[in-house]
C-alpha cells in the first residue's frame, strides 16, 4: 500500500515536472526599465510633464502586478495580462520620446530666434546709451541682460532648450528697464514739436548774428559739439561735453543738465575752472 502511494505521487509529482514548466518573466519589463532611464535622461519631465508623469504611474502599478504574480508559487504564474501591460507602456513610451524630439526641435529653433534677437536688441540699445550722457543709467541693466543672454546661449548649445527660455524670459524685465530710462529722453530728439522748435532758435539766432555782425554760438547736445558763427557764417566747431543729464532741458541750478533756448552771453565766468564757463 505504501509503494502503492509513493508510485502514485512519484507519477504525479513527474507530470508536474513535465507538463507544467515555470513561466518566464515578459522580456517587456527589463525594455520598460531601461526605456524608463532614456526618458529621463532626455528630460521627459521638463517637455511632456504631464504625459511622462502619467507614464510614471502607470509603469509603477504596472510593476506592482508583476511583483505580485512573481511572489506566487511558479505553477501558478501567469504573465499575460502584466505582458499586455508593459507592451502598452513600451508603446507609450516610444510616443513620448517622439514627443520629446519634436519639442526640442520646436523650442532649439524658437529659443534661437529669441537669442538673436535680443542679441540685436541690446547692441542697438548699447550704441543708443552711447549718444547721450544719462545712456550710463541703461548699461547696468543692459550688462545684466547680456550675461544672462550668455548663459541661454550656453544652455541652448548643450541642447537644455527649457532652461535657456527661461534665461531668455529673465532678460526681458532689464531690457524693458534700460529702455524705460533712455527712450524717453531719446524720443525728445524725435518729436516733430521739439525739432521744429531747435530749428527756430538756430534760425533766429543766425539771423541775429548776420544782422548785428556778432558772433553767436549754436551747441548740438546730440552731436556734442559747438559752432561759432562770425556775422551769420560758421566760423569754428569744437566737440564739448556735456553735463551728466545734459539731454534733459535745465530745471534748476546742480541738476547737471544742459540748458535749451536762446541766451545772451554776458561774460566768463573768472572763478570757474580754466575760466571756460559763461554767464548767460
Not at 524658437?110 to 549718444?131: C, D, G, V, W
Amino acid at each position: 500500500m505504501v509503494k502503492y502511494v509513493i508510485g502514485i505521487f512519484l507519477l504525479f509529482s513527474g507530470l508536474l515536472t513535465l507538463g507544467c514548466s515555470t513561466p518566464s518573466a515578459p522580456p517587456e519589463v527589463k525594455l520598460a526599465e531601461q526605456q524608463e532611464h532614456n526618458l529621463w535622461r532626455a528630460e521627459a519631465h521638463k517637455y511632456t510633464p504631464e504625459r511622462y508623469a502619467k507614464y510614471k504611474d502607470t509603469l509603477r502599478k504596472s510593476r506592482e502586478d508583476f511583483i505580485r504574480e512573481e511572489s506566487k508559487f511558479r505553477w501558478f504564474r501567469n504573465y499575460r495580462a502584466v505582458e499586455s501591460a508593459f507592451k502598452d507602456i513600451l508603446k507609450e513610451g516610444n510616443d513620448i520620446f517622439k514627443e520629446i524630439q519634436l519639442t526640442k526641435e520646436t523650442k532649439s529653433n524658437s529659443t534661437e530666434s529669441q537669442i538673436s534677437f535680443f542679441e540685436n536688441k541690446i547692441s542697438r540699445l548699447r550704441e543708443l546709451t552711447a549718444m547721450i550722457n544719462e545712456g550710463r543709467l541703461s548699461r547696468k541693466d543692459l550688462t545684466i541682460a547680456e550675461i544672462i543672454l550668455s548663459e541661454a546661449r550656453h544652455l541652448h548649445e548643450k541642447g537644455d532648450y527649457a532652461d535657456a527660455e527661461r534665461k531668455i524670459e529673465a532678460i526681458i524685465s532689464y531690457i524693458k528697464s534700460a529702455e524705460n530710462t533712455i527712450l524717453p529722453i531719446l524720443n525728445r530728439y524725435t518729436d516733430r514739436s521739439q525739432i521744429a522748435k531747435w530749428k527756430g532758435w538756430v534760425e533766429e539766432t543766425i539771423s541775429e548774428s548776420r544782422a548785428k555782425g556778432i558772433y553767436s554760438v549754436i551747441v548740438s547736445k546730440i552731436e556734442r559739439s559747438i559752432i561759432l558763427y562770425k556775422k551769420g557764417i560758421p566760423f569754428r566747431t569744437y566737440r564739448v561735453g556735456i553735463g551728466r543729464n545734459g539731454s534733459l532741458d535745465k530745471l534748476h541750478a546742480g541738476d547737471n543738465a544742459t540748458p535749451e533756448g536762446r541766451y545772451h552771453i554776458i561774460r566768463k565766468m573768472p572763478k570757474s575752472r580754466y575760466y571756460k564757463a559763461l554767464l548767460i
